[in-house]
């Protein structure tokens, strides 16, 4: 079932409130400086890690193992993005290293109709309140 305008825009503010309060005790691991600028410009101030900064998944993963516990995996939800998830879920559970992608999947479920990526949420955004009439500021 379709959710309304209104209701997408709600449970999508919902998802990126909790994400956000968690990025402040575990890095969202994101594919690109895009991504995490569109994070950013949705309020998400906490931990965010670019995978393409010219290191190796491994190595990214190694890097992160020294310092957490704990990650949020948020690639997009395009096949590359998934292939992404799993080959960073793999790397961080050989490094015991806990992944959430909790995020990814309700977030992917949500909008998976309408974009493919991270660095499309805030446009999905501006064009949902645009549906929705305006009203009270949720982002």
């Known amino acids: 079932m379709q959710l309304e305008p209104r209701e997408t825009l709600e449970t999508l503010a919902e998802i990126m409130d909790e994400m956000s309060e968690a990025s402040k005790i575990m890095p969202i ?3 690109g ?26 190595g990214t993963c190694e890097k992160l193992a020294r310092d957490w516990s704990a990650v949020i995996i948020f690639t997009d939800w395009d096949q590359k993005g998934g292939e992404l998830s799993n080959a960073l879920t793999d790397a961080f559970r050989a490094l015991d290293v806990s992944c959430d992608t909790e995020y990814r999947a309700s977030i992917s ?16 955004v501006r064009r949902l309140r645009l549906l929705s009439g305006g009203g009270r500021a949720i982002f």
């Open 29 to 31: 691991i994101v594919e």
């Open 33 to 58: 400086l895009k991504d995490r600028m569109a994070l950013r410009s949705l309020g998400v101030n906490g931990h965010i890690v670019m995978l393409n900064d010219g290191d190796t998944i491994l």
């Open 109 to 124: 479920m949500l909008v998976k109709k309408e974009i493919k990526d991270v660095e499309s949420i805030p446009a999905l």
